[in-house]
């Protein structure tokens, strides 16, 4: 819970960015950051006083299991595959799934946003190019399908 009260690192009028130093990659990227609108915050700040009015128990965690038990990311998963499934969802959900879609629709619909994206991601601009040109290449392979049928079309017609 130090995290959630002490890694408030900056508030400006529109987010509240938490600074995460217990993850997997911190030796290599430093600390991870959160940004959180007004209305994620207080959804976060709802679960965490529902939460600290049943665990008793004193943990760094945010996140505990019903033991009171940190979550490991395996726990996290599938409580937000399940989570998403009551939605009506049915795949499985994963960060990295989360994070790759938005990584493609950055890269899709936000090109001048690119190069922000990578620099959060502490990815070079050369590998987040790389990585994400195969979704380029798809998108092409399916346009010119559309435009060989369409040209098909006018040929047969002739």
Excluded at 55 to 74: D, H, P, R
Aim: hydrophobic share 40%.
């Amino acid at each position: 819970m130090r995290e959630f009260h002490m890694g408030i690192k900056a508030r400006n009028e529109r987010k509240t960015i938490f600074h995460i130093e217990m993850h997997k990659t911190r030796e290599f990227h430093g600390s991870a950051m959160i940004a959180l609108d007004k209305p994620e915050l207080v959804l976060l700040e709802a679960y965490v006083s529902i939460r600290n009015q049943f665990v008793t128990i004193e943990s760094e965690s945010v996140f505990l299991n019903w033991t009171g038990a940190s979550m490991s990311n395996t726990h996290t998963g599938t409580a937000m595959t399940q989570a998403f499934k009551c939605a009506g969802l049915e795949k499985t959900v994963t960060a990295t799934r989360i994070r790759k879609m938005g990584v493609n629709a950055v890269h899709s619909d936000r090109p001048d946003a690119r190069e922000t994206l990578a620099k959060q991601m502490n990815h070079s601009m050369k590998m987040a190019l790389n990585n994400y040109r195969y979704n380029d290449r798809e998108k092409l392979c399916a346009r010119s399908n559309d435009f060989l049928k369409e040209l098909h079309i006018r040929l047969s017609t002739l």
